[in-house]
Each structure stands twice: as structure tokens, then as C-alpha cells.
């Protein structure tokens, strides 16, 4: 069965600092993607990345990177730097080719960036 | 590119009324779209597929009675709450994709917060 595991319900960081959000996740299929979305208080909910199982090359993108670790069903995000827009919920999710591009979704982990 | 809108964005209704919630995808046409509802501080849970041109797939434990969705074109799904009541109160969120598979990303519309007096 599909599962995503946000450890993390809450994380404080001060301005500047950079701060890791861990996602593990459990699959039976060999082809899945795996997502980060970020949520400000809005409520919208903002794509951040998407990643294929058979590309385990990390990915950097400016203050955001995400490592890719099949051998511990891993895809934990960096944000580097960190500001105060970065605070909001931030989700990873699953989906699996078998199942068409159903997502589930993480707990999410609350991010709070204080100045 | 990939917006999608939702309409509208707060509503509050009576008990006992219906509510349809609007979702558009702006600048793409999405075959599939996803109706997910999120309690506060929760995670999203998806309650349904939309498929243009076909009958929602629902996911186990959700009313398809209570939760109408139709999906006219391949820009517009709308959710019906049919018989609102207070625990129907919550934040929908909608999605849509470009293609039915795996390889296409979900955007996500800014979210209904639907208030049931």
C-alpha cells in the first residue's frame, strides 16, 4: 500500500538558517513519482518539484534542494537560507503508476521562519 | 501556465441547503480532475476522480449522493455539496491534470472554505 511519512509536524527556524523537511515513503511499484508541495497560509496549494523513481539525481533549485534516496524510500527537501515567506505547510506525496496519477499525501510539516 | 481557478472561495450556507463548488482549469485542458477535502491542520484526502465525459470514481467512504460531481468539459468540474450539514464544514481543494497517468502533475486550485451554519 501507499504510505508518506512526514515525521516532522512542526519545525522553527530563525531567519537564515537552513532547515531539512524528511519525507520516507512505501510502494510496491517500481514506477512512482514522488511530489513537495508548499501551502502558505492562503491555502493554496503551491508544486515545487516532482520526481520519477528511476532518476535519483538530486535536484537543486535556487534556496531548494531535494535528495532522492531510493535505498531508505527517502526525499527530503532543503530549503537554504531560510526566509520568512518559506513559512507555510509543506506536503510530499506519492503517486504510483499503477494507481494513474492518484496522490496521497503526507501529514505535511509546519514550517515557521522567524525573523 | 497550469492555473486553476476555483469559485468561490468562501461560502457560508445553511443547513440543510447545496452548495456547488466551480473548478476551472485556465490555460490547459485537463482531462482528469481530483476533488480533495482538507480538515484544519489535516493533510488533503481525496474524495474523487473527475473524468470529462465519464462518472466520478469515488474513493472508499465517500458519499457519491452526498458529493455530486459532474465534469462537463475538459476545463470544468464542479462539486455539489447536496443537504449541507456542520460536518460537511471544510476547505475543498481541486486539482486538475493534463493526462491521466503518472506522469502528469497536479495543480492545485486555491480551495473552497465551505462554512455550514
Known amino acids: 500500500a501507499q504510505k508518506v511519512t512526514q515525521a516532522q509536524t512542526e519545525i522553527s527556524v530563525v531567519e537564515k538558517e537552513d532547515v531539512t523537511l524528511d519525507c520516507v515513503y512505501e510502494?510496491?511499484?517500481?514506477?512512482?513519482?514522488l511530489f513537495w508541495y508548499k501551502q502558505p497560509p492562503s491555502g493554496e496549494l503551491v508544486f515545487l518539484i516532482r520526481?520519477?523513481?528511476?532518476?535519483?539525481q538530486n535536484e537543486i533549485s535556487g534556496r531548494y534542494s531535494w535528495n532522492f534516496q531510493k535505498s531508505t524510500s527517502s526525499f527530503n527537501f532543503t530549503i537554504t537560507a531560510s526566509q520568512v515567506v518559506d513559512s507555510a505547510v509543506y506536503f510530499c506525496?506519492?503517486?504510483?503508476?499503477?494507481?494513474?496519477?492518484?496522490?496521497?499525501f503526507g501529514a505535511g510539516t509546519i514550517l515557521r521562519v522567524k525573523s | 501556465g497550469a492555473v486553476v481557478s476555483q469559485h468561490p472561495s468562501r461560502v457560508i450556507c445553511k443547513s440543510g441547503t447545496s452548495v456547488k463548488i466551480e473548478c476551472r482549469s485556465l490555460?490547459?485542458?485537463?482531462?482528469?480532475m481530483f476533488w480533495y477535502r482538507q480538515f484544519p491542520k489535516q493533510s488533503l484526502m481525496l474524495m474523487a476522480t473527475?473524468?470529462?465525459?465519464?462518472?466520478?470514481?469515488?474513493e472508499q467512504g465517500v458519499e457519491k449522493d452526498k458529493f455530486l460531481i459532474n465534469h462537463a468539459s475538459l476545463t470544468l468540474s464542479t462539486l455539489t455539496v447536496t443537504s449541507a450539514h456542520p460536518e460537511d464544514s471544510s476547505f475543498y481543494i481541486c486539482?486538475?491534470?493534463?493526462?491521466?497517468?503518472?506522469?502528469?502533475?497536479?495543480?492545485f486550485g486555491p480551495g473552497t472554505r465551505l462554512t455550514v451554519l
Open positions: 473527475s473524468n470529462e465525459g465519464s462518472k466520478a470514481t469515488y
Open positions: 520526481r520519477n523513481s528511476f532518476d535519483e
Open positions: 490555460d490547459f485542458q485537463a482531462t482528469t
Open positions: 510502494t510496491r511499484d517500481t514506477t512512482y513519482y
Open positions: 506525496a506519492l503517486s504510483e503508476w499503477e494507481y494513474g496519477n492518484k496522490l496521497v
Open positions: 486539482s486538475a491534470s493534463p493526462g491521466g497517468t503518472s506522469t502528469d502533475t497536479q495543480y
